[in-house]
């Protein structure tokens, strides 16, 4: 299963306290003690690993190592190793404490989200001409620590929409090298699907139903992942009793959810037509095409209908980017 939505807790590491220490060596007396080393921080860094999230949900805190205590010598404790948590590219960080969020867009891109406390001064830096023998030192300050969740929103080109055992999944199979799991009752597909159709990338999204925008069925586990994608390919099957209304419990949703999902181009996708004869077929587009002009029936069986959608994709993706 995907895992799409966590929350932990970050604590980047304590500074290393400095050190009392004085030189033994004859006619070079005197405070040497240094600092302590810095602790640890945290970050978050993006990968193209869509299941990354999947590692904490079992362990909820994370915690970068201390710094060392100074040396003698003058010399610095070591640093404490930075922590570095993998996140899937698309992820959403909300910090619980500070109110604020940060994206995470491209594999490779490092955010610090926890800053790891100072090093304590030792008493080599305490020395004065009244005082050259200091014992004073610096206890290292705690690192910050920070409560988040972490929302994976998928980076996709092309959304699949629709209502349960609209054929989103088997489009997505036929069109890409996926391999959806697909059969005949409702809500197959738990988890979206990714695709890829040459570079573009598709997204099946699990099945919505009525009221999904406040929990139904799948609820809005999954509305997310529509909120990034160029086009919305919005599939409503043959076999429908009212073609009008599955469409539009589907554009409801979207609407409630975030409105400026309805700004995104569409194409209706009549799906299952060999279900039907070229009279039915004729007849079902008519309908929908009262509501979207877009509208294209297409059937897994019928390749010209699936080289048609796929053009039809590619000339709009490229329009866009």
């Keep these: 299963m995907l895992t799409d939505e966590v929350k932990i807790k970050v604590i980047a590491g304590r500074g290393g306290d400095g050190v009392v220490a004085f030189d033994k060596v004859k006619m070079s007396l005197g405070p040497t003690g240094g600092r302590g080393g810095k602790g640890g921080s945290v970050y978050f860094e993006g990968v193209s690993d869509i299941f990354a999230l999947r590692k904490f949900l079992h362990k909820k805190e994370y915690y970068a190592p201390d710094g060392q ?21 698309g992820t959403v960080i909300h910090n619980l404490d500070t109110k604020k969020d940060i994206e995470i867009t491209r594999s490779g891109e490092r955010v610090l989200v926890a800053k790891g406390g100072i090093g304590g001064q030792g008493n080599f830096y305490f020395r004065s001409s009244t005082n050259t023998s200091p014992e004073e030192y610096e206890e290292g300050k705690i690192g910050e620590e920070h409560t988040f969740t972490l929302e994976l929103r998928l980076i996709a080109d092309v959304g699949l929409i629709g209502l349960p055992s609209a054929g989103k999944s088997s ?54 992942h529509i909120q990034r994608t160029k086009i919305l390919l919005h599939c409503v099957s043959a076999e429908s009793e009212d073609l009008k209304k599955d469409y539009k419990i589907i554009r409801d949703e979207l609407k409630a959810y975030n409105k400026d999902l309805l700004k995104r181009p569409e194409i209706v996708l009549l799906t299952k037509t060999d279900l039907l004869d070229e009279k039915g077929i004729e007849k079902a587009e008519k309908k929908l095409k009262k509501i979207n002009p877009q509208v294209l029936a297409v059937s897994i069986h019928d390749w010209d209908s699936l080289q048609k959608l796929a053009k039809k994709i590619l000339a709009i993706v490229e329009k866009k980017v």
Excluded: Q
């Design 69 to 89: 205590k100074g040396r003698g010598n003058r010399s610095d404790g070591p640093n404490g190793k930075d922590l570095v948590l993998p996140v899937p590219t």
């Design 171 to 224: 489009l997505l199979n036929e069109l890409t090298s996926a391999n959806a799991k697909v059969a005949a009752y409702h809500f197959t597909t738990l988890e979206p699907n990714l695709g890829a159709l040459g570079e573009i990338i598709i997204a099946d999204i699990p099945g919505l139903i009525e009221g999904a925008h406040i929990g139904r069925g799948l609820g809005i586990k999954f509305l997310r």
